[in-house]
């Protein structure tokens, strides 16, 4: 093969493998399947639409969203919520939370280890207390009847976050 069909060649497989790179690093950075804060698996029964630095985005759950301002320093604007009862899209300014139910999809049941890889407690999740959203008061007594926790307005509860 002659020098130029090498060269050729090499060109030819290093723009292959850099597009074969440059695909995997967006399926990586993209977080289409994952919250956009801390990259748990979206919930379709808690998910969150909101802007953040003027640009939409989808969150695991409100708590997740509000605990932006904490972490960030920036506000997070709710734009929708998604109703427990009825897995449907929900305005945040009619929305009825329940705050700290034993129901949280973000959290797991895995133990948290110190360096010294004994049991450690956690001190912060930005998905805890859990906040569960709901349309009708009716529903949210309902589920705090079976998963404790207490009843608030969305707009509440954002405010006090947004301190």
């Given amino acids: 093969m002659s020098r130029k069909?090498?060269?050729?060649?090499?060109?030819?497989l290093f723009a292959i493998a850099a597009l074969a790179a440059y695909a995997g690093w967006r399926m990586r950075s993209s977080n289409a399947d994952g919250?956009?804060?801390?990259?748990?698996?979206l919930h379709e029964r808690s998910k969150?639409?909101?802007?953040?630095?003027?640009?939409k985005k989808t969150f695991c759950c409100p708590a997740c969203a509000l605990t932006?301002?904490?972490?960030?320093?920036?506000?997070?604007?709710?734009?929708?919520?998604?109703?427990?009862?009825?897995?449907?899209?929900?305005?945040?300014?009619?929305?009825?939370?329940?705050?700290?139910?034993?129901?949280?999809?973000?959290?797991?049941?895995?133990v948290l280890l110190?360096?010294?890889?004994?049991?450690?407690?956690?001190?912060?999740?930005?998905?805890?207390?859990s906040?569960?959203?709901?349309?009708?008061?009716?529903?949210a007594v309902e589920f705090i009847r079976s998963h404790g926790g207490r009843l608030e307005r969305f707009t509440d509860v954002a405010a006090a976050y947004q301190k």
Avoid: W
């Avoid at 932006?68 to 449907?88: G, N, W």
């Fill in 35 to 41: 919250c956009e804060l801390c990259a748990r698996p």
């Fill in 68 to 110: 932006a301002h904490r972490q960030l320093r920036e506000k997070v604007r709710i734009l929708q919520l998604t109703d427990y009862a009825t897995d449907t899209p929900l305005d945040p300014a009619a929305a009825f939370i329940v705050k700290g139910s034993n129901v949280n999809h973000c959290l797991h049941d895995h």
């Fill in 131 to 139: 906040l569960i959203a709901f349309r009708n008061e009716r529903d």
């Fill in 5 to 12: 069909g090498n060269i050729a060649g090499l060109a030819v």
């Fill in 114 to 129: 110190d360096r010294d890889h004994q049991p450690s407690s956690m001190d912060f999740d930005r998905c805890s207390p």
């Fill in 48 to 55: 969150v639409i909101g802007l953040l630095d003027g640009k």
